[in-house]
Every structure is written in structure tokens, then in C-alpha cells.
């Protein structure tokens, strides 16, 4: 392992010199698939209502929250429990249960046959306000850092905005229990993302590692309260492999931390569902492709349909 070389770039920059941000993010993306980034802007207590309400659902007894499994949906709203996630071309299951929450849509939608209502935890009143708060918060965050890649590959700031508006866009409240101290398998198996890009917060508690163009796992480490955002595999299609979906995992914790469980909040960007995604850069290997079929097609892949 080597230690991250990812400089924390300041958020506001998208708004005082987005050539700069440009730059600086761009960079990170290019050579990792990562940037770290301060300064988002998003209240800790909307964080820390979310997390409470988290950790509160996994507290309780399995039979409560298998009331909020759907099956046959591929997870994609609501519980999925512990021990079914698996990464591709992997024979051992993620050491993590979670909880899925997406866009809010009337009835009638168009996207209602791509985007299924969300599911609540009964008995939690208060869980739906505090996802819903940083769901639209880290899309709002997402939307910056999508400029400043938009500039990065020579488009305009606003090339994404409408390929991303009603995205179905997926927030994950996700747990990782204690783990056994023989566990063969790991808290979350190498892979890459399938969204556009990645947002997380609460990635403090060690673990989290990128796998170096060199093939070296590098340790992701954030100060406190930032963001750790990562290309996923539809940006890559997208941009026709000019910026790379990076390879990560997260290990488990050294033997005086396999006690602690870890908590954090993934927010998977996505291109809205009728979205053909065609490379801004030709490229024979990447045919464009719906997002919906393409999400469909990933989704096999790990198991979750």
C-alpha cells in the first residue's frame, strides 16, 4: 500500500475560478479516478440527522428490517439485507447490509417505470425528511463538480446538466457491522462504480482504497467532514475513456478496530433513464447505450438482479 497523494480541493472554486477547479479536479480524475473535496457546503446537522436515523434502522432486529426489502427489485430502494451484494467476478459476498433511497417522483411520471417509489421504515418517522435533506444536498454538490469535469474535457460548464436532471440517482445509507476476525471476505470486494460519479461522506473510519494505474492499493484518507468523490463507469463510456472508473474496495480494519462497525453515505449520480450514452470521443468499444440498459446490464453483473 502507498500513501494517497489526493490534495483536498476547495469547492468554492467552481464558483471563484472554475478554469482552477477545472484544473485541479480534472487532474485528481486523470490520474487517480478520485478527488477530495472541502468546503461542499452541506450542514453537518443534515449529515449527522441522516446518519442518526441510519443507525438507528440497523439497530434494529432483523424481522423490522426485512420489512423494508422489496425483492425482485435489485435493491434498488429500501433494505437489502447483509451477506447479497457481491462484486463482480467475485465467489464471496460484501460484509455490509444497506439502504437505498432515490428520486421522489408524481404519479404519472415518465420515469415512474424506471424509478420505483421509495420504501420507509416504519416506526421511524423521521427518516424520510433526513434522507430526502441529503439526497438533495449531495445531488446539489454533484451538479458543482460536474462543471468543473465538464470544463476539465473542454465542453461547456453546463454540458451535463440536463443528461443528469431527474437522474435516478440513488443515495446508500450503508453499514458495515464488526467484523469476524477470521472473515475471509472483505467489507466491500474490489469494483468499480456504475453511476456517473460518486459523492461519500462519513469515510473517516479506515479502509477505503483505489487501485493506482501502477497496481498498487492506495489508502484513501480524508480529513474531516469531506467528500471523497470517484468517475464512475458512465462517465468513462461517456467521455470515450479520456477519464478512467477506478478499481476500490474497502479492506477490513486492522484487529484492534474489527470492532467497529463503519457507517457512511454514498451518493451514486446518475444520467436521467432515456440518456444515450455516446462517447464525446469516438470510441469503437463503447457503442452508446441507454443508462437504464446499461445500469440493467452492470446490475447482473453483481448480483443485485
Not at 80 to 99: M, N, Q, R, V
Not at 157 to 173: I, K, Q, T
Request: hydrophobic share 45%.
Amino acid at each position: 500500500m502507498v500513501e494517497s497523494p489526493l490534495a483536498p480541493v476547495p469547492l468554492a472554486l467552481v464558483e471563484e475560478d472554475l478554469e482552477e477547479a477545472a484544473r485541479r479536479l480534472g487532474e485528481s480524475f486523470a490520474a487517480t479516478g478520485f478527488a477530495i473535496v472541502e468546503g461542499h457546503g452541506i450542514p453537518p446537522e443534515v449529515v449527522e440527522a441522516a446518519m442518526a436515523e441510519a443507525r438507528a434502522f440497523f439497530a434494529r432486529p432483523l424481522e423490522e428490517k426485512l420489512a423494508a426489502h422489496v425483492p425482485g427489485q435489485g435493491g434498488a430502494r429500501g433494505y437489502t439485507p447483509f451477506g447479497i451484494e457481491t462484486a463482480k467476478d467475485s465467489d464471496l459476498f460484501d460484509l455490509k447490509e444497506f439502504y437505498h433511497v432515490g428520486r421522489e417522483l408524481p404519479e404519472g411520471h415518465r420515469f415512474r417505470p424506471f424509478m420505483p417509489p421509495n420504501v420507509w421504515p416504519e416506526g421511524q418517522p423521521g427518516f424520510r425528511p433526513a434522507a430526502l435533506a441529503l439526497f438533495a444536498a449531495l445531488e446539489a454538490v454533484g451538479l458543482r463538480v460536474l462543471k468543473a469535469i465538464a470544463v476539465h474535457l473542454g465542453q461547456a460548464p453546463d454540458v451535463f446538466d440536463e443528461a443528469v436532471r431527474e437522474g435516478n440517482s440513488v443515495l446508500r445509507l450503508l453499514h458495515y457491522p464488526p467484523v469476524p476476525a477470521n472473515a475471509p471476505n472483505l467489507r466491500a470486494g474490489a469494483h468499480e462504480d456504475i453511476n456517473v460519479i460518486t459523492l461519500l461522506l462519513g469515510a473517516e473510519e479506515a479502509g477505503l482504497q483505489l487501485l493506482t494505474r501502477q497496481g498498487e492499493w492506495l489508502d484513501v484518507t480524508t480529513p474531516e467532514g469531506a467528500l471523497v468523490v470517484n468517475v464512475g463507469d458512465m462517465l468513462e463510456r461517456q467521455t470515450g475513456g479520456l477519464l478512467r472508473s477506478t478499481t476500490h474496495r474497502v479492506v477490513n480494519p486492522a484487529p484492534e478496530r474489527r470492532h467497529v462497525p463503519r457507517y457512511s453515505t454514498p451518493f451514486f449520480l446518475h444520467f436521467r433513464p432515456d440518456y444515450l450514452i455516446a462517447p464525446l470521443v469516438p470510441n469503437p468499444e463503447m457503442p452508446p447505450i441507454t443508462a437504464n440498459d446499461y445500469l440493467l446490464e452492470r446490475l447482473r453483473e453483481i448480483r443485485l438482479i
